[in-house]
């Protein structure tokens, strides 16, 4: 019967009483009822891999394996119940090669699979990158670790400890399958990649429109959506790269009057002057230009222009006032036949104002309005 620390082929004594003064031979030969003859102590804190063997052929050190028992301690062993709840300590002694490696007696590449984690005895933390065994199973197993932010190991590496969770097969249910983004089945998440951009799919008969965000930040064909893009209204709608969503409403986080304020281009196109939703109207029969006040009830600015013509041989003046004050205006003075002037007057009146044009000695006016 064969001791040696857990995982390894290196051996570990065990001893014949609690003193631990006195070491049996490594392998205890047991008698004919399979009994050792005596009492087997291990040591505290420390974990074994026991082998049990058939008697060897002559010539030979070991005889076939009847069985294996590893990552065994003693009974109560308080020193490793206290800290063994997430780790299980690795039975070898680890080899401090630099600051995110180290090498391990044997082929331990079954221990230190990729991507678990490991904590050393100064509390060092890291996840397995790589573990590799270079010649054969007798030469050192080679562990390269990405270190925790912050995290490094130092010369004083005397153990390690690795997550009791293995990653080849791993215990954790999967969370996000592996596929094409149309073969999720119900409440899985799937990830595929186009080439371009990675895509998360979400089973579309549960789910549906509260799932429509890809990594990419689109939103995939959503009526509405936060912060998301190329939706048809959007809460926040910028995506990843910074650039304004093409969304018809846009509410920005901006307010006050310190802060840079931000509209889609629909919104601009139909808040603006200008948008495809205005056009030049003739409204000279419902306009006059006695003081009469007219209010721009539109929700957004218009553009005004009153064309006058002033008098024959006489003085002629108009103002276009927008919310009280005179923005455009018109005088004439001339005296003589045929002396007949025509100007036009023009101003953009905000959403909500009140505007009017006043004048005397006017021959004619035209008025037009972008609405």
Known sequence: MWFYYAGTTTPLPVYTDS??????PNPIVLDSRGESGGEIWLLAGQYYKIVLEAKP????????????????????????TASASDWTLFGGTPT??????????????????????????????????????????????TVT????????????????????????????????????????????????????????????????????????????????????????????????TGTIASAVTAVTQATGTNNTRVATTAYATTQGVGGPAQSWQNVTSSRSANGTNYTNSTNRPIMVIVNVVGINNGSSSAQLNI?????????????????????????????????????SNLVGVSWFELR
Not at 57 to 80: C, E
Not at 118 to 127: E, F, M, P
């Open 323 to 359: 919310a009280g004050l005179s923005v455009a205006q018109y005088t004439s003075a001339i005296f003589g036949a045929n002396s007949q002037t025509t100007v036009p007057l023009s101003a953009i009146v905000p959403a909500g104002a009140v505007y009017n044009v006043t004048s």
């Open 57 to 80: 052929l002559f010539g030979q050190i070991h005889g076939p394996t009847i069985s294996t028992y590893d990552t065994i301690s003693g009974v109560n062993d308080a020193t490793l």
């Open 145 to 240: 670790l990405r270190m925790d932010s912050g995290n490094a190991l130092t010369s004083g590496l005397t153990s390690v400890q690795y997550g009791i969770i293995q990653t080849t097969p791993s215990s954790i249910p999967v969370a996000v399958q592996t596929g094409t983004k149309t073969s999720g089945s119900s409440h899985q998440i799937y990830i595929d990649y186009d080439g371009t951009n990675l895509d998360l799919a979400v089973d579309t008969t549960t789910f549906g429109a509260t799932w429509p965000i890809n990594v990419t930040g689109s939103a995939a064909s959503a009526t509405n959506a936060t912060n998301a893009t190329n939706a048809t209204n959007a809460t926040n709608a910028v995506n990843l």
């Open 19 to 24: 003193t631990a003064t006195t070491a049996w």
């Open 96 to 141: 401090f090669l630099s600051s995110n490696s180290f090498s391990v007696g044997g082929d331990q590449r079954t221990i230190f699979q990729v991507n678990r984690r490991i904590k050393t005895n100064d509390n060092q933390y890291g996840t397995v990158l790589s573990s590799t065994l270079p010649v054969s199973a007798s030469t050192p197993t």
